[in-house]
């Protein structure tokens, strides 16, 4: 029901933006954002936006870099991600959460899953 797009190659430094179409989810969500999962690592939340009021979650580590914002009239949900790392490499996955208990933080209870997109820092 979600729909990603974007990513690929980028140089460290470099920028890139992810976006995550919502418009075929067939019920109303509380909140959505971008996970991500690199080889041999757990999943782990990088920009979670709750619908209601905006309120925004940032992993630590890609806070002043990455920006998740919300196009309300597309139903669609961009990640800007600047001054990329190679540590950012891993493939990043889109999700809802529709019942209000997602876990941020893991992914766990996010009911609503888009397709995987590789994002893959390197020179």
């Known amino acids: 029901q979600l729909q990603a797009s974007g990513g690929g190659l980028v140089q460290p430094g470099g920028s890139t933006t992810l976006s995550c179409d919502a418009s075929r989810v067939t019920s109303d969500y509380y909140a959505i954002g971008w996970f991500r999962q690199a080889p041999g690592k757990k999943r782990e939340g990088v920009a979670i936006?709750?619908?209601?009021?905006?309120?925004?979650y940032l992993l630590g580590s890609v806070k002043g870099r990455f920006t998740i914002s919300k196009d309300n009239a597309k139903n669609t949900v961009y990640l800007q991600m600047d001054s990329l790392k190679p540590e950012d490499t891993a493939v990043y996955y889109c999700?809802?959460?529709?019942?209000?208990?997602?876990?941020?933080?893991?992914?766990?209870?996010?009911?609503?899953w888009g397709q995987g997109t590789l994002v893959t820092v390197s020179s």
């Open positions: 936006i709750r619908k209601g009021d905006g309120h925004t």
């Open positions: 999700a809802a959460d529709r019942s209000g208990l997602g876990n941020w933080i893991t992914g766990a209870d996010f009911d609503s």
